[in-house]
């Protein structure tokens, strides 16, 4: 069984920068794809950023510019660096494993972003 742990969370002032991590418990090497999700207060969950196996990367359309993902295979590892950060990016932060047709989640971190 897949474990996915983030970590990176917390509170930041508007503009501010914040990096996630997810930790995976298998090789991420292994997967399809690795992805962010989030989910604000009230609203759905909502795509964030996704990079395949080959490194191809894609990201919400609103995103783009100020959000980065990335990975370390040797450390099974994504990363979500975030920039310029608004309060609308307030929400819950949500780690994506795809081992098709399987999909493996993570329990989430917490990002706030203060006005």
């Known amino acids: 069984q897949v474990q996915l742990v983030e970590s990176g969370g917390g509170l930041v002032q508007a503009g501010g920068s914040l990096r996630l991590s997810c930790a995976s418990s298998g090789s991420i090497s292994s997967f399809n794809a690795m992805a962010w999700y989030r989910q604000a207060p009230g609203k759905q969950r909502e795509f964030v950023a996704r990079i395949t196996s080959g490194g191809s990367t894609n990201y919400r359309d609103s995103l783009r510019g100020r959000f980065t993902i990335s990975r370390d295979n040797g450390k099974n590892t994504v990363y979500l660096q975030m920039n310029s950060l608004k309060p609308e990016d307030t929400a819950v932060y949500y780690c994506?494993?795809?081992?098709?047709?399987?999909?493996?989640w993570g329990q989430g971190t917490q990002v706030t972003v203060s006005s």
């Open positions: 994506n494993a795809v081992l098709y047709p399987t999909n493996y």
